[in-house]
Nanobody, 123 residues
């Protein structure tokens, strides 16, 4: 069974920095790793994604956030700098990849979500 474990809830002041981590357990061949965020009453939005050497960022975080991955650890990170109160949200890790389901090598492509990490940025 594949699970994603995110780092815990954190509060920071505006202008500060922090790094979120998300580790995938179980055997999965990861294609895409990403971070989403959602505030109460708001739609969940893509913050950043990484696949191979390609990265994508939401306009609101471009230049401030950096997504990276450690393939050996099946872990994705989100470095967040120059944080703003409007960055306050629950951040969800998302991983897409393939798992082998039988001895013949059949596989299933999965999308797995982390439990969510509450990030509070105070002014």
């Amino acid at each position: 069974q594949v699970q994603l474990v995110e780092s815990g809830e954190v509060s920071v002041q505006a202008g500060g920095s922090l790094r979120l981590s998300c580790a995938a357990s179980g055997t999965i061949f990861i294609n895409v790793m990403g971070w989403y965020r959602q505030a109460p009453g708001e739609q969940r939005e893509l913050v950043a994604a990484i696949t191979g050497g390609n990265t994508n960022y939401a306009d609101s975080v471009k230049g401030r956030f950096t997504i990276s991955r450690d393939n050996a650890k099946n872990t994705v990170y989100l470095q967040m700098n120059s944080l703003k109160p409007e960055d306050t949200a629950v951040y969800y890790c998302n991983v897409q990849g393939s798992v082998i389901v039988n001895a013949e090598g059949a596989y299933r492509y999965l999308e797995v979500w982390g439990q969510g990490t509450l990030v509070t940025v105070s002014s």
